[in-house]
């Protein structure tokens, strides 16, 4: 028995192990039928790489109260209290490889099937994994810019600066605090991804939604709208979520585990 089989067996009577194996089948079954499948990821899929994600037990935000460390206000009268919570978040995102479920969705793309991944995540693991096309809502961690003359800073220098100590961390040209490119709540979403994301849902003839509590919007929405416009919604996540009511099948387990069976 997979340890998939042993939570559900943990928390739910026998049948919904059967249901569980039903349905792996059947969202295998629309994998297999599907030519243009869209991926929308949160931070439930990286858990298995070592990254919490924020909302579970023993997340980020039991920690790091978001009104406090990550609004944009909070982060413009006080950047060092972001950069506190960021300094931990990046420390662990540094170690974290791709797992099976990021695997699995770089195989997608590779056979022709997945034409593109929506993801929340900042962390840079699917990218990572293999896949080309990756929209980021959020950001990603490897990016940062000056709130002052706007210089883009690339890649983990400014980790490595804020690991030593450095933080804030300032813009090496004018002394400005940097800010990184990860979205804040409050702020708005970059609007080239958004309308990408738009664009994939509106193509998109099955979505796998994978690990998010789909509670930050407008990005929430997107399944949504996927379904609005045709598409099928597999939703793979470990527990029960407000917009269950959106998936055609919810396949409730870690996403390590179930992605691999229902792609291969
Ligand atoms: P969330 O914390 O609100 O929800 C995560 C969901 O994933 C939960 O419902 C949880 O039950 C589920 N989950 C946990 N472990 C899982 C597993 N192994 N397999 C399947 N499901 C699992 O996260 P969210 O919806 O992505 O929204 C939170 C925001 O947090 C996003 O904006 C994102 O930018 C940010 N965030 C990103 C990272 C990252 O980049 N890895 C990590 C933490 C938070």
């Given at each position: 028995?997979?340890?998939?089989?042993?939570?559900?067996?943990?928390?739910?009577?026998?049948?919904?192990?059967?249901?569980?194996?039903?349905?792996?089948?059947?969202?295998?079954?629309?994998?297999?039928?599907?030519?243009?499948?869209?991926?929308?990821?949160?931070?439930?899929?990286?858990?298995?790489?070592?990254?919490?994600?924020?909302?579970?037990?023993?997340?980020?935000?039991?920690?790091?109260?978001?009104?406090?460390?990550?609004?944009?206000?909070?982060?413009?009268?006080?950047?060092?209290?972001?950069?506190?919570?960021?300094?931990?978040?990046?420390?662990?995102?540094?170690?974290?490889?791709?797992?099976?479920?990021?695997?699995?969705?770089?195989?997608?793309e590779s056979?022709?099937?997945?034409?593109?991944?929506?993801?929340?995540?900042?962390?840079?693991?699917?990218?990572?994994?293999?896949?080309?096309?990756?929209?980021?809502?959020?950001?990603?961690?490897?990016?940062?810019?000056?709130?002052?003359?706007?210089?883009?800073?690339?890649?983990?220098?400014?980790?490595?600066?804020?690991?030593?100590?450095?933080?804030?961390?300032?813009?090496?040209?004018?002394?400005?605090?940097?800010?990184?490119?990860?979205?804040?709540?409050?702020?708005?979403?970059?609007?080239?991804?958004?309308?990408?994301a738009v664009?994939?849902?509106?193509?998109?003839?099955?979505?796998?939604?994978?690990?998010?509590?789909l509670s930050?919007?407008?990005?929430?929405?997107?399944?949504?709208?996927?379904?609005?416009?045709?598409?099928?919604?597999?939703?793979?996540?470990?527990?029960?979520?407000?917009?269950?009511?959106?998936?055609?099948?919810?396949?409730?387990?870690?996403?390590?585990?179930?992605?691999?069976?229902?792609?291969?």
């Amino acid at each position: 028995m997979s340890d998939t089989e042993n939570n559900i067996r943990g928390n739910h009577p026998i049948s919904s192990i059967m249901q569980l194996s039903e349905k792996i089948v059947e969202a295998k079954r629309l994998v297999s039928k599907a030519k243009r499948i869209t991926a929308f990821t949160g931070a439930g899929i990286s858990v298995d790489s070592g990254i919490p994600d924020f909302r579970s037990e023993g997340g980020l935000w039991e920690r790091f109260d978001p009104h406090e460390y990550a609004t944009i206000e909070s982060f413009m009268q006080n950047p060092t209290k972001f950069w506190t919570m960021g300094r931990e978040l990046v420390e662990t995102i540094l170690k974290a490889k791709p797992n099976s479920a990021h695997k699995s969705l770089a195989k997608l793309e590779s056979d022709g099937k997945l034409i593109g991944i929506i993801t929340q995540n900042i962390d840079n693991l699917h990218q990572a994994a293999g896949n080309k096309k990756v929209v980021e809502l959020h950001g990603n961690y490897l990016r940062a810019y000056c709130i002052e003359c706007k210089v883009e800073y690339v890649g983990d220098a400014i980790h490595q600066r804020v690991a030593s100590g450095i933080i804030p961390p300032k813009c090496e040209k004018c002394g400005g605090v940097l800010k990184s490119e990860a979205i804040l709540f409050g702020e708005p979403l970059p609007e080239r991804a958004m309308a990408e994301a738009v664009e994939l849902c509106r193509s998109t003839d099955l979505m796998l939604v994978i690990g998010t509590s789909l509670s930050v919007y407008p990005a929430a929405y997107l399944p949504q709208l996927a379904k609005n416009s045709g598409s099928q919604v597999v939703l793979v996540n470990l527990e029960g979520i407000n917009r269950d009511s959106v998936a055609d099948i919810i396949l409730r387990g870690r996403a390590s585990e179930i992605l691999p069976k229902i792609v291969d």
